[in-house]
């Protein structure tokens, strides 16, 4: 499970690294909060991050929130830390 701070109607997508003061990924997406169309986004950001297919990313706490926890199915601690490490 992943703790993620989501920032829509950003002007570039990707995770751009920690927040340290919520303990969570920051994740900037395009895609405006109205109609699920930023947790699309948000999936498609994880998906092509950790090298998994779209589906295999699911919000399962805070659809409506920034504040997110979510589970990618097939990535490990490990992966986590070295992608996330990679945008600092």
Known sequence: MLRLHVKPGA?????VGTDPWRGAIVVQVRARAQRGEANSAVSGVLAAAFGVRP???????????????VRV???DAA???????ATR
């Open 79 to 85: 992966m986590v830390r070295r992608i996330v490490g």
């Open 73 to 75: 199915v097939g990535v």
């Open 11 to 15: 002007g570039a997508e990707g995770i």
């Open 55 to 69: 589906r295999d990313v699911s919000i399962e706490h805070g659809a409506t929130s920034r504040e997110k926890t």
